[in-house]
């Protein structure tokens, strides 16, 4: 079993930068596809980016891709959210959360296929 803690949420500017992290115990990320998603109030949680266990296959929500990058960094078993050109959309509780896969490529959208999730970081986009 593993374990997600999410950090690095907080309060910007529309036009800003967040780098969110995931970070592990309990078992190597390497073992897992990762994902990131957002739950805004009063709306279904949405599904952010992916990336494989390989790391070589990511995968974008069209209302991110161009100004998101997922990636991760097996030495410190964390997975990265980088947003870029914030907006008040964009707000939102986000969650990483961990798919057990046999497949390094392997990737996907969907928020039922995720075996872990973590607790959730807040991201404020003010206008």
């Known amino acids: 079993q593993v374990q997600l803690v999410e950090s690095g949420g907080g309060l910007v500017q529309a036009g800003g930068s967040l780098r969110l992290s995931c970070t592990a115990s309990?078992?190597?990320?390497?073992?897992?596809?990762m994902g990131w998603f957002r739950q805004a109030p009063g709306k279904e949680r949405e599904f952010v980016a992916a990336i494989s266990r390989s790391g070589v296959a990511t995968y974008y929500a069209d209302s991110v891709k161009g100004r998101f990058t997922i990636g991760r960094d097996y030495a410190k078993n964390t997975v990265y959210l980088q947003m870029n050109s914030l907006k008040p959309d964009d707000a939102a509780v986000y969650y990483c959360?961990?798919?057990?896969?046999?497949?390094?490529?392997?990737?996907?959208?969907?928020?039922?296929?995720?075996?872990?999730w973590g607790q959730g970081t807040q991201v404020t986009v003010s206008s």
């Open positions: 309990g078992r190597a990320l390497s073992t897992y596809g």
């Open positions: 959360a961990a798919r057990s896969t046999s497949y390094s490529t392997d990737i996907t959208r969907t928020s039922a296929s995720y075996d872990y």
